[in-house]
């Protein structure tokens, strides 16, 4: 089992990044996959989770309505559109399938003007 993250980087406040999650070793669709951050001398959270088959996402509240998740079974990723960021979304994201608790290395996003 591998994830890598990829796509973080330095955007202003306003703007838009998609992170994506390769999968590999596994077929995403069969599990339930999930998105944490964890900033600077802060504990890692919970951002967003897309359930396995279905597919039916949920979201922590600070994000609801800016971020979404999506899975593409074709190219085997998880995806997170993050939208009108803002400097509090300041971390390092990382991917993690929930059943074996496997996470990628992680992404760093910044949000600074």
């Known amino acids: 089992v591998q994830l890598v993250e990829s796509g973080g980087g330095l955007v202003q406040p306003g703007g838009s990044l998609r992170l994506s999650c390769a999968a590999s070793?596994?077929?995403?669709?069969?599990?339930?996959m999930t998105w944490y951050r964890q900033a600077q001398g802060k504990e890692r959270e919970w951002v967003a989770t897309?359930?396995?088959?279905?597919?039916?996402?949920d979201y922590t509240d600070s994000v609801k309505g800016r971020f979404t998740i999506s899975r593409d079974n074709a190219k085997n990723t998880v995806s997170l559109q993050m939208n009108n960021l803002q400097p509090e979304d300041t971390a390092v994201y990382y991917c993690?399938?929930?059943?074996?608790?496997?996470w990628g290395q992680g992404t760093q996003v910044t949000v600074s003007s």
């Open positions: 897309i359930s396995s088959g279905r597919g039916s996402t």
């Open positions: 993690k399938r929930v059943t074996g608790n496997y």
């Open positions: 070793g596994f077929t995403v669709s069969n599990y339930r």
